[in-house]
């Protein structure tokens, strides 16, 4: 696998844009992405059942298998909990910038992401779809565009490509993502798009996906909270003619990988974008019984308010792992337990088979001094292992979450 | 119902002290209770698969049926995360009480809390309940005396007492709780005790536990975290003579009213008490499909991060609070849901048939100014109804979480 400099333009075929109509003061809130040859389309939607209207139009277009030709986003407005209206301002988004690229409505994918609960300013919108469109270019700079165009608080925007060799073709996969800004009234809001001139089967794409989400998105945490606009995507094109992937061979293994490759720097640079954000932790819980037990163990660790805050305060507080641990639900055996706190500065064990083990503070708080901490949870209960990706918890994350009329 | 002023000592034959025996600084550090005539014992333990010592000796005699004649309670030391050494240190600590009180360790309930994985200093026990159990005493101060001995953080001791006619008998319920502090390195401990000279079967006892903590003590959050000491004990002697309850009869009703209230109060007084909350947070879910949908939302709700930090920055930000139920796996249906802010100032409607109301932000500002806090989400999905409470996420949270070599 080769990473290239490149984002959601670099594979054969897909053109975009961004631009600023207005729904921000300044900032970029339109994205644009379209493709010459109609794509398969696999994607990844919340689980919140309170759903934006995005949500409800892509997951029909996903299940139906339509190829689809177009992307369109818009930041600064959520376009969540808008009712009815917020249904029909979305298909008329589509339906506007479709007619644009000589689409069908239905071959159009939307996004939103920004303030839930207002209505959609739908002239803005529309001039602004017709005004950005010419500009839709294969060029690296107008990926750029598209990927500033679905951003909201991000402080940098989030963009990999990359290359791998399918049968003497070489195949380009690259991306786009949005992460951070827990503004009001929305949440940590994950938008996340990938292009790729690969030709494989739907169901086979929507696997790699699935698998790469659930190591990835799924396992990182700001605050614990689900978004209602959360969403990831893949078009697949085909463009670089490749003999079609059809079965989980070594080609698709390669595919398989490149995405999660993608998508596992996307995850990581969404918590280290993390408003409010000062330190960076990475959570291993290895030997566990089951994936599950694994995955659930690390997440409680990432997730715990006193962990966070202790991470904060550089406090080597292995006593809220362990109790974290224990109050996850899942399975361990507490008298096998051990914990390691690493960061570049070294590595320090703090419980061993379950006993506390006496420790140079200073040591510790050398380690815990860096911006990026790994903590360990060693089991001896199986062979399974999970990572979970996380921030501490400041004084900026509350002024941020908390101090709203500054901010409006 | 009559509420009178006491506590651990107001029913008949139980005796209480406290003291400072050298475990913390200052502070009183052991509470020691008896009673005269053995009590049957029911109880609830925290969940959490990491268990202080104290835990699995008072579940072994809780379930054995045992009748027992003392309550010895140390605070400053956890003795959680200490091995099997820390079961030894329990165990004698028992025994010690038991020897002093004429009676067998197994007939002894223990309770820690403190600081996780430090071994317990048993020399200064073991002088330390010698020197107490001469003050051993039926008095009112006794009873202080002993809820101070239970505290750690706490700004203030948590009692109340209570009397009810069973039978022509007066029946007293006294009773004393800690939790508050999140020091490190452990997290909020709830310990819970309950006397009363009522005459009850054991299984009814026990059921009347159930159902007050179930509404109580587990709809409550300080931090999402479970201790891994967490107890709520009610020892029952019998000496107010009253012809046993042993049936769910109208006295049954009455005593587990009784015994929620207590419980409710405590619940209540511990989030107030909460270390560095600012605000206070009642949560109802009404008109729920089923009650575990109803507990579930309005769990989910007092403990989203987003929430919390919102209501400490005076922000009516229902849209976080649509969204953490949306999260959190508990049905509804979105499209009819109703959201509220209340308090003494008045009450605000901000979502109606899961649409946005606009109003007035002035208004919304001056009911979330005040101290305590009503979210109502109504729901048209069935009949059930549950409430939880919580406080705010505060800076003083952080720091008090989060600075540690500051108060080490």
Not at 142 to 150: E, H, P, Q, R, T
């Amino acid at each position: 696998m080769k990473i290239i400099d490149g984002g959601i333009t670099s594979p054969i075929g897909f053109k975009a844009t961004g631009s600023h109509i207005g729904i921000k003061r300044v900032k970029k809130d339109l994205s644009l992405v379209t493709t010459d040859k109609p794509a398969i389309c696999s994607g990844c939607f919340t689980q919140n059942i309170v759903r934006a209207s995005h949500i409800l139009w892509d997951e029909a277009i996903v299940k139906s298998g339509k190829r689809v030709k177009g992307l369109i986003t818009v930041s600064g407005n959520a376009n969540a909990c808008t009712g009815e209206q917020g249904d029909k301002d979305n298909e008329k988004m589509a339906e506007v910038f479709a007619k644009e690229i000589g689409a069908d409505k239905n071959e159009i994918l939307t996004g939103a992401t920004g303030i839930i609960g207002l209505k959609m300013p739908m002239d803005i919108i529309e001039k602004g779809i017709k005004d950005t469109v010419k500009n839709l270019s294969y060029d690296r700079e107008s990926g750029k565009k598209s990927a500033m165009g679905i951003i909201t608080t991000d402080k940098f925007i989030k963009e990999m490509a990359v290359q791998i060799d399918v049968g003497g073709k070489t195949i380009t996969i690259g991306g786009m993502a949005k992460g951070s800004g827990m503004i009001h009234p929305n949440m940590a809001t994950v938008l996340s798009y990938i292009t790729t001139d690969l030709n494989i089967t739907k169901e086979l794409l929507q696997k790699a996906l699935d698998y790469s989400i659930g190591e990835t998105y799924n396992m990182i945490s700001v605050d614990g909270a689900t978004s209602t606009n959360d969403m990831a995507l893949v078009l697949a094109n085909g463009m670089a003619d490749n003999k079609i992937i059809d079965s989980e061979n070594e080609d698709f293994q390669k595919f398989k990988n490149a995405l999660y490759k993608i998508h596992l720097k996307f995850a990581k640079d969404i918590i280290h974008d993390g408003e409010g954000s000062s330190k960076f932790m990475e959570v291993a819980v290895v030997n566990a019984k089951s994936k599950e037990d694994a995955r659930v163990l690390a997440k409680s660790i990432v997730n715990n308010n006193l962990v966070k805050t202790a991470l904060y305060g550089e406090d080597a507080n292995w006593g809220r792992v362990v109790a974290s641990m224990g109050g996850s639900g899942a399975y361990f055996n507490p008298r096998n337990l051990n914990i390691f706190f690493e960061s570049q500065k070294g590595c320090i064990i703090m419980m061993q088979n379950g006993k506390p083990i006496s420790f140079d503070e200073n040591y510790a708080s050398e380690i815990l001094s860096e911006g990026d901490i790994k903590i360990v949870a060693e089991l001896s209960d199986g062979e399974y292992t999970a990572k979970a990706w996380g921030c501490d918890l400041s004084y900026e994350y509350v002024r941020i979450n908390g101090d709203y009329r500054s901010r409006s």
